[in-house]
């Protein structure tokens, strides 16, 4: 049994069989062939070894006149291990005597040899590396056209990988994927974000493993504590297994929450809504009692197609959610890619800083046509239900007054063409950095609404990248500055009387409630599985009592100190509630 800790980044326990990707995305599952095809199969694996052998000999050959001899003995060396006996004994014996599938039968056996030399001195472990070439070459080879991806996947699986991008993330089939770990990552990424809304238990930055672990092989996946246990024992497992039944039974009785009003006990109701990436998610929001739709995230539109998505695509996206929510305010986000939120074609040219790029408003004010589809789709929805449109990543006035001007221009457009929309839509803006923070109370008199994002926030306040699982400790929403601000977003748009709201990892989490509150704020807007939590936790405290959590807090100087006073403060209540 070995146990990994990672970054806890979605919530719950699951239990199955492991489906191994490497860097490439390779899908190794454990797969057996019919006796019939063995000869067939023991074929096609010599046939990638001839296609490999050939291709690292083009290789040593190309380098050799490139760079000399010397350079090309590192070939020689993978020529050596790839066509030596034992090996490929190894290998048919595997196929012929175990029946296993020659793509399980390389992964598994050479990655046992590339552990071996890894637990060598630090020479021989080198050779680890060349291990790990020759697998990726035979892999490619006997896979060939038939490269397997996430979207074939027919079986439950924990999906263990190097990383997963959002849109792979967002095409996960739910009803086989029952969670996923992955070797990078951080608590912020888009990745983690997307595996939240789809309510599947992920890990990720843990670290390289996959060394340790072949398809098949059972393992845990703890999302609440970031851990990953692979080769787990009986006793293990039973334990989890027991976790789990417990689990559903604390939402099965949060669940009873549903139709209450989300008010403290000294009277004043809190607005929480629902954020989703999917038309198809807002049944949970609604089914777990949600007050509308907070947040909108309606890039997945890009990264779930194969091409951009027409106006129709949009409009019918939204159209769905509207007749959904019973009248309901729904906000929804203008397009907010960039960073690893990308789209599905690479730029000619590739950012250095994506973080700091053309991502969000500024890309959609470079892309107008794309820009102008989205605008007119969502006053087309406007007709139907509350809608609000929200502008993410705005930093500067200018930029919210240009896209303003765009909003107004499809507005007269849609007016000549006799097609309705709400004239009054309301507008808003995402306050993610630092810079809209400060000039929040110049914004504040050109919007209907304001809505902090936290992730990006804390991002970019304390210059730590969400996705880096290397600089992940220093990612942290405890930290005052990032609270500061906060607080200062929170009074000035107070003070002018507009709505404003959270959403981010931060609103959907019970440690950061009570503080949220006692900060001023009345609207919250958290992931669907968040919301009957949030909901037991504002309905546990009063005001009065938020205030003086929110007051120790601002008093505190560092993001350990107010950690460790949120922990506290959230096992105060947790007990309270149960008793």
Known sequence: MLKLQGIAVSSGVTIGEALVLDSEGFRIPRRFVARSAVD???????????????????????????????????????????NDQRLQEELTSAVRERNWWP?????????????????????????????????????????????????????????????????????????????????????????AIVAEGLEIPAVVGIGPFLADVSGGEPVILDGNQGVVILQPDEETIARYRLEAEVAETVAASLGQLRDLPAETTDGVRVQIRGNIEFPEEVEQCMRRGSDGIGLYRTEFLYLTSQHE????????????????IDGKPMV???????????????????????????????LSLRQLPMFRTQLRAILRASAHGDVRVMFPLVSTILELRQARLVLADVMEDLAEHDIDFNPKLKIG??????AAAMMLDAFIEEV?????????????????????????????????????LLKRSLDIA???????????????????????????????????????????AVRSVSIADCQAVAKRVLEMNSARDVKAFLRDQKRRLLAETVA
């Open 40 to 82: 067939t199969e023991l074929q096609r694996l010599s046939n990638a070894i001839a296609e490999s052998t050939a291709e690292i000999k083009k290789n040593r050959d190309a380098v050799r006149g490139e760079l000399g001899e010397q350079y090309a003995a590192i070939f020689d060396a993978h020529l050596a291990m790839l």
């Open 103 to 191: 793509e399980y039968a390389v992964s598994r056996t050479l990655r046992r040899y590339a552990k071996v030399f890894q637990n060598l001195d630090n020479h021989i472990a080198q050779r680890a590396h060349d291990i790990y070439d020759i697998e990726k070459s035979l892999l490619r080879n006997l896979l060939g056209q038939r490269r397997e991806t996430l979207a074939a996947i027919s079986e439950p699986v924990v999906i263990l990988a190097h990383n997963l991008t959002p849109s792979e993330t967002a095409n996960l089939d739910r009803r086989f994927v029952k969670g996923f770990a992955t070797e990078l990552g951080g608590p912020g990424s888009h990745t």
């Open 309 to 324: 998505p027409s106006e129709e695509d949009h409009y019918r996206a939204y159209r769905k959610v509207i007749d959904a």
């Open 332 to 362: 929804v986000r203008t397009l907010d890619l960039g960073s690893d939120k990308m789209l599905t074609e690479k730029s000619p040219e590739e950012e250095r800083n994506p973080c700091l790029g053309l991502r969000s408003i500024r």
């Open 429 to 434: 803006i995402m306050v993610e950095t630092p």
């Open 448 to 484: 209907d609404f304001v809505s902090v994002g936290t992730n990006d926030l804390i991002q970019y306040t304390l210059a730590v990248d969400r996705g880096n699982k290397d600089v992940a400790d220093l990612y942290s929403a405890c930290d005052p500055a990032v609270i500061r």
């Open 494 to 536: 107070d003070d002018a009387g507009v709505s404003a709201s959270v959403c981010g990892q931060m609103s959907g989490s019970v440690m950061y409630t009570q503080l949220l509150l006692g900060l001023g704020l009345r609207e919250l807007s958290v992931p669907a599985a968040a919301i009957p939590e949030i909901k037991q």
